[in-house]
C-alpha cells in the first residue's frame, strides 16, 4: 500500500512539473493600432499590434490578425489562393487553399506552437508559392495570363519541367530564445519573426515598425521622411536580446551562402569576430555599424549589401560596397571606358553591323504588366533602351524583316549587373526556343527547373516565329556580368547552342533576399535559393561564372564592331561544315 501511495505521489509531482513547465510567465500586455503602408502607399489599413511588459519597441502580432493579412499579401482571390487558420489548444494551423483545379499548393498546413515555441511546415516552399507561379521555384513573378485566361509574354511547358519537392522543415525557435506567448485568449508572433519567415521570400518586403507605423519594403530608404519621422535613441533591452536572436536565425536559415563561408552558426560567428557585444547592446548605432561590417568585410559576396540605418539611429547618407562588388565595379568601368571609344553619345541598344545584329543590355528590366505589350498603345521605339522585353521585340522584328541580311545574333552582356528575372527568363527563350530557369533551395533541399517559351511576335502563339534559334548565335560576357548578366550566359554555355566571347562572367548565384532587423536596419543578403541549371540529371549553381568559347583579351576589343563582325564571320566559317 505504501508503494502504490508513493508512486502515486511522484506521478502527481511529475504532472504537477509538467503544468508548470507548460504554464508561461504572465506578461503585463497592451496593445495599439498603427497605420499600414505598402512602401510609401498609404493601405488604407490598420494594424493591431501588442507588446510586453513595456517594451513599446517590440511589436507582436496576434494570429487572429494575422490571418486577415497574410491573406491580403500571400493570397491572391483571382488566383484561387487564400488562408484559413485552426486553433487547438496551444497550436495554430494555418492552411494554404488554391481553388484551381489541379493546383499543387492546396491544404498545405503551416504549423505554430506555443508550448514548443516553433514554427513547422510541411512543404515550406507549397506554403509559400506566389500566387501567380508555375512552380515551386519559379523566378517568374509576373502573371503571365490576361483576363480571358489567354497566355501573356511567356508560357510554360511541362514537359521541360523539373520538381524535386524539399524536406519538412521546422524553425526552432526556443532554441534561438525566442518565446511564443499565449496568454489572455491571444496567441502572439512578434513581428519580425514573420517578416522574416514568411514575408521576404513571398511579398519580397519586410515590416519595419517605428513606434508610429509599420511599413512592408523592400528598402526603407526609399521611405525616408515616413520613417525617420519617428524619434531616434536607444533599444530597450528585450528590444536588444529579442532582435539579436532573430537575427541569428534568419541568416541561418536563409543565407544562401553559409557553406561555402565556412559558417555553422551565425551566433558562433558574430562572437568569433566581436559583433556579439556591439548586435546584443543598446547603442544601435553600434549595431547597425555590425551589420554594416557583416555585409562589406565578411559576406562580400556581391549581392548582400546594406541599405539603411534603423530610425532609432537616424537617416545617415552612407554608400557602402564590399570588396567584390568594388571589383566588378572596376571591370564594369573598364568596359564602359572602352565602349566610349566608339561610342562616344552611347551605344545604341539594338545595331546592325553587316550580317550581325548586336543587342546590348546592360540591365534586365520590365516596366509594363504583361498584357500591355500587346496593347500596341506602347511605341517599341520609345522604350527599348530601359525595357528589356521592348528592345527584343524591335530586335526581332528587325532581324526577321522583308530582305533582311541578318545571319548572327550576338547579345552583348559585357556590362551587364543583372536586373529583372521576368526579362532574363523572357530573353533565353528568344535565343534558345525554350528556357529553363533552375533554382536550388539550400534551406529545404527542393531543386527545380520552370521552362518557358516566350511570345516574341505577340502573336499568342508559341512557335518557332518567336526565337532567333536558326541564326549563328553569340553572348558577350566580361567579369562585369553579375547575377542575372552571369546566368543567362550560362544557361547559353549548359545548351552548347551559343558561343560565348570575351572573358568569364562575374558570378552571383543567389537570388537576393531583403532583409532588416528588428530594430529597423534595412539591408538584403545572397538567399537560400540560388540559380542553378540542371545537366545529365544533376543541378550546377552558376556562381563560378561561365567560361568564354573565345577568349577578348581587351575590353576595346569588344565594341570595334566592325573588327568583331568580320571575327564571328570567320568563327562562323570555320565552324561550317
Not at 513599446?56 to 491572391?76: A, K, Q, S
Request: aromatic content about 12%; charged content about 20%; glycine content about 8%.
Amino acid at each position: 500500500m505504501k508503494k502504490l501511495l508513493s508512486i502515486l505521489l511522484i506521478l502527481a509531482m511529475v504532472l504537477s512539473l509538467g503544468a508548470t513547465a507548460f504554464a508561461e510567465e504572465q506578461h503585463e500586455i497592451t496593445g495599439a493600432e498603427f497605420p499600414l503602408y505598402f512602401g510609401q502607399i498609404d493601405v488604407g489599413e490598420k494594424i493591431k499590434l501588442y507588446f510586453m511588459d513595456g517594451a513599446e519597441d517590440l511589436p507582436y502580432m496576434d494570429v487572429g490578425d494575422w490571418l486577415p493579412l497574410m491573406n491580403l499579401t500571400l493570397g491572391d482571390s483571382k488566383m484561387g489562393v487564400s488562408f484559413t487558420a485552426e486553433t487547438d489548444g496551444p497550436v495554430v494551423t494555418f492552411t494554404r487553399h488554391n481553388s484551381r483545379e489541379g493546383a499543387m499548393d492546396n491544404g498545405v498546413p503551416m504549423t505554430v506552437d506555443f508550448e514548443k515555441d516553433m514554427i513547422e511546415f510541411q512543404d515550406y516552399n507549397l506554403f509559400c508559392m506566389r500566387a501567380q507561379s508555375s512552380t515551386i521555384l519559379d523566378t517568374v513573378t509576373m502573371e503571365v495570363f490576361n483576363d480571358a485566361g489567354e497566355p501573356a509574354l511567356l508560357e510554360k511547358v511541362d514537359s521541360g519541367t523539373f520538381t524535386r519537392y524539399g524536406d519538412a522543415l521546422t524553425f526552432p525557435l526556443k532554441d534561438y530564445g525566442i518565446n511564443l506567448i499565449m496568454q489572455d485568449g491571444l496567441y502572439l508572433i512578434p513581428l519580425q519573426t514573420l517578416s522574416d519567415i514568411l514575408m521576404s521570400s513571398t511579398v519580397l518586403g519586410c515590416f519595419f515598425f517605428n513606434g508610429q507605423s509599420v511599413n512592408l519594403t523592400t528598402d526603407i530608404s526609399a521611405c525616408g521622411d515616413l520613417y525617420y519621422a519617428a524619434p531616434t535613441g536607444e533599444r530597450s533591452e528585450a528590444l536588444a536580446e529579442y532582435g539579436y536572436n532573430e537575427l541569428c536565425l534568419m541568416l541561418d536559415y536563409f543565407y544562401g551562402l553559409k557553406d561555402s563561408h565556412q559558417i555553422d552558426s551565425f551566433a558562433q560567428f558574430f562572437h568569433d569576430v566581436g559583433f556579439d557585444v556591439h548586435l546584443k547592446g543598446s547603442e544601435v548605432k553600434q549595431a547597425d555599424g555590425a551589420i554594416y561590417r557583416l555585409l562589406t568585410d565578411f559576406l562580400r559576396d556581391g549581392h548582400s549589401s546594406w541599405h539603411a540605418f534603423s530610425y532609432l539611429t537616424g537617416p545617415i547618407d552612407y554608400e557602402a560596397k564590399d570588396a567584390s562588388i568594388m571589383k566588378i565595379g572596376e571591370h564594369y568601368s573598364r568596359q564602359l571606358n572602352a565602349r566610349e571609344k566608339f561610342y562616344p553619345d552611347g551605344i545604341p541598344g539594338y545595331e546592325e553591323v553587316g550580317n550581325t545584329a548586336y543587342i546590348t543590355i546592360d540591365s534586365f528590366s520590365r516596366l509594363f504588366q504583361p498584357n500591355d505589350y500587346y496593347e500596341l498603345e506602347i511605341d517599341p521605339a520609345e522604350y527599348p533602351e530601359v525595357d528589356t522585353i521592348l528592345l527584343i521585340i524591335k530586335a526581332h522584328a528587325q532581324i526577321f524583316r522583308e530582305d533582311s541580311p541578318i545571319e548572327n545574333v550576338v547579345l552583348d552582356l559585357s556590362a551587364s549587373l543583372g536586373g529583372a528575372d521576368d526579362a532574363s527568363a523572357f530573353v533565353v527563350p528568344w535565343f534558345l526556343g525554350e528556357g529553363a530557369p533552375g533554382k536550388v533551395d539550400n534551406m529545404t533541399g527542393a531543386m527545380c527547373t520552370t521552362t518557358y517559351r516566350s511570345d516574341v511576335n505577340l502573336d499568342r502563339v508559341f512557335d518557332e516565329k518567336d526565337t532567333v534559334a536558326d541564326k549563328n548565335l553569340f553572348c558577350l560576357i566580361s567579369p562585369a556580368s553579375f547575377s542575372n548578366g552571369n546566368y543567362v550566359p550560362c544557361e547559353f554555355k549548359a545548351s552548347g547552342k551559343v558561343t560565348l566571347l570575351g572573358r568569364t562572367s562575374g558570378g552571383g548565384a543567389c537570388t537576393v533576399l531583403p532583409a532588416s532587423t528588428a530594430w529597423g536596419t534595412s539591408f538584403q543578403i545572397s538567399s537560400n535559393n540560388v540559380s542553378s541549371f540542371l545537366k545529365n540529371g544533376s543541378f550546377y549553381d552558376i556562381d563560378r561564372g561561365a567560361d568564354p568559347d573565345f577568349v577578348l583579351p581587351t575590353p576595346e576589343q569588344y565594341y570595334d564592331r566592325a573588327a568583331l563582325t568580320d571575327y564571328i564571320n570567320s568563327i562562323c566559317w570555320k565552324t561550317k561544315p
